[in-house]
Nanobody, 116 residues
Framework: QVQLEESGGGLVQAGGSLRLSCAAP????????IGWYRRLVGKQRELVAY???????NYEKFVKGRFTISRDDSQNMVYLQMTDLKPEDTGIYYC??????????WGKGMLVTVSS
């Protein structure tokens, strides 16, 4: 079954960095918005950053320059570089590909833990 596969989560100290990776088959990524969501402890899942089908990067305001989304289409990968991580960034991070009139794809999610 085709799906998105995330990697790169784990434990990091406050102030540290992590790079999350999402393997997204071209058949999925080429005609969908694609990006990252997260679900923080005790909160609902929220959008973090994404690329439109026109390859425009968008960020939620809370990112505040700390996170950068990028992609390598030759490798069918989407990345989220996270810097200056804070304990409140702790949560499950998901890769998602979505669009109008097409199937919605989610990765399984991976835990990011930021220790104080």
């Amino acid at each position: 079954q085709v799906q998105l596969e995330e990697s790169g989560g784990g434990l990091v100290q406050a102030g540290g960095s992590l790079r999350l990776s999402c393997a997204a088959p071209r058949s999925i990524a080429s005609n969908r918005d694609i990006g990252w969501y997260r679900r923080l402890v005790g909160k609902q899942r929220e959008l973090v950053a994404y690329f439109t089908t026109g390859d425009i990067a968008n960020y939620e305001k809370f990112v505040k320059g700390r996170f950068t989304i990028s992609r390598d289409d030759s490798q069918n990968m989407v990345y989220l570089q996270m810097t200056d991580l804070k304990p409140e960034d702790t949560g499950i991070y998901y890769c998602r590909a979505w669009g109008a009139y097409v199937k919605d794809y989610w990765g399984k999610g991976m835990l990011v833990t930021v220790s104080s």
